[in-house]
């Protein structure tokens, strides 16, 4: 039984359709949220990512929600268009900054939610976290049946697990309450922060990406996904104390206020700028959170019947492209190998199902660790140096770079010539999974 709780990049990464053998299963899925949260900002999928969503059968669901997004405007202060760089849609060859699967975290959630909610032995369970993780040993209650994992939920109620995956985002509670050794959460900061929120729309506004680069390792990026609403991205790299101080402790609209602070007052005249600052206060922006970019990295992601998944194990961070490609990837090498384990192997061996779950958990890392290193081993600090330069002249001299890789049209070499796949990993196979149907 797994319990899941609190998918905050998407609840889909530990949806029990990535459990394609749910009918011989009973699966419990925990949110914190009072309801499914078919909220959230833009995501995309590249690479093994794109095969998993095709091994998970949810390839034409997923395809009916894509976010037609043309390209990305790179733009100066002035609002001026430095660079374009349109997106690849041929299906071939290596995607650009907009993705053929640009899709909003909602749709997805909604997407992976309508796929499970109807399946035998599947149940939600909204409202409520995981507040304590007790591992047995023992059968319990002489019931007879394994029971190694005691869960306590936020309100008071107690559950026993075979299994117990934690899929909750970066700052997963199922983490901080899993390891029993002291071990502190390696969770590396890369220096970003970035604000998500919506704004109403205005006369003019595009399809397309923008992005514009400001001194003081500043930038704002839109995204518009539906023509009723703009997306508005705030960066910011800086050190200013006191800023980052209200990001990580301040209230709600203590952090709004700070993020006005970072823009302002040198940057208020800029086009847009005051648009989108005054914007904090729209009706549309209670979608509003703020997030300092990190990486996940874990000498292990499991421990005794518990494991992670997701962000919640190896976040790759947001700048990496990979995050939610790593989730999908992850929840189905999960299922493989439980289903594996579990399956015929247990059957061979003439042991319970669930006596193999710790085999399935450690085969689960063997299989995907590559696949995460891969993607976690860039040189970050780099690329966030690069994507937030200090000066105006460094700033010029980014923009300019940029201008070239257009006039050359570098991108429509790379992306003719170049593989999306990220490193030489591949979804393995794993027949014991039953095929999904096709929506």
């Not at 595009?206 to 839109?222: L, S």
């Not at 140096?385 to 300019?400: D, E, K, V």
Request: hydrophobic letters at 40%; glycine letters at 10%.
């Amino acid at each position: 039984m797994a319990v899941v709780q609190d998918g905050k990049k998407c609840l889909g990464f530990g949806h029990p359709r990535t459990f394609l053998f749910a009918e011989r299963c009973a699966i419990t899925i925990v949110e914190r949220h009072p309801a499914l949260r078919n909220t959230g900002q833009q995501i995309d999928l590249r690479g093994q990512g794109i095969d998993a969503m095709r091994t998970l059968g949810i390839e034409p669901a997923v395809r009916a929600i894509v976010v037609n997004e043309p390209g990305v405007r790179i733009l100066n202060a002035a609002g001026r268009l430095q660079a374009y760089f349109g997106s690849n849609k041929t299906g071939k060859g290596a995607q650009a900054f907009s993705a053929e699967w640009e899709i909003m975290r909602g749709d997805l959630c909604k997407v992976l939610y309508d796929a499970t909610v109807g399946l035998d032995g599947v149940r939600y369970v909204f409202g409520k976290t995981v507040e304590g993780i007790e591992q047995q040993s023992e059968r319990g209650g002489g019931s007879g049946k394994r029971a190694p994992v005691r869960v306590t939920f936020s309100d008071g109620g107690v559950g026993e697990y075979d299994l117990v995956v934690g899929c909750d985002g970066v700052g997963s509670r199922v983490r901080r309450r899993m390891f029993t050794d002291g071990r502190e959460d390696k969770v590396v900061p890369v220096g970003m922060w970035n604000a998500y929120y919506t704004v109403p729309p205005a006369e003019g506004d595009t399809d397309d990406a923008t992005w514009t680069h400001y001194p003081g390792r500043r930038y704002i990026m839109t995204r518009r996904d539906r023509p009723d609403c703009r997306r508005v991205y705030l960066g910011y790299g800086g050190d200013d104390a006191e800023i980052l101080r209200r990001f990580k402790h301040g209230t709600l609209e203590e952090q709004k206020q700070a993020w006005r602070d970072v823009f302002s007052p040198d940057m208020l005249d800029a086009p847009q700028v005051r648009r989108f600052l005054d914007g904090l206060d729209s009706p549309e922006a209670d979608d509003f959170y703020s997030v300092e970019f990190a990486q996940v990295k874990l000498d292990n992601w499991s421990e005794g019947r518990v494991t992670l998944l997701g962000d919640a194990g190896y976040c790759p961070a947001p700048i990496t492209g990979m995050g939610t490609s790593l989730a999908l990837a992850g929840a189905y090498v999960l299922a493989g190998e439980i289903a594996r384990a579990c399956g015929k192997q247990a059957q061979e061996e003439r042991v319970n199902p669930w006596d193999n779950i710790p085999a399935a958990l450690a085969a689960y890392e063997t299989t995907l660790r590559p696949f995460v290193q891969f993607v976690q081993d860039v040189p970050i600090q780099r690329i966030v140096g690069l994507m937030l330069p200090q000066s105006a002249w460094a700033i010029g001299l980014l923009h300019w770079v940029i201008w070239l890789c257009a006039v050359l049209r570098l991108d429509k070499l790379y992306a003719r010539f170049g593989s999306d796949d990220r490193g030489p990993w591949k979804l393995p196979h794993y027949p014991e999974l039953t095929p999904p149907k096709q929506a």
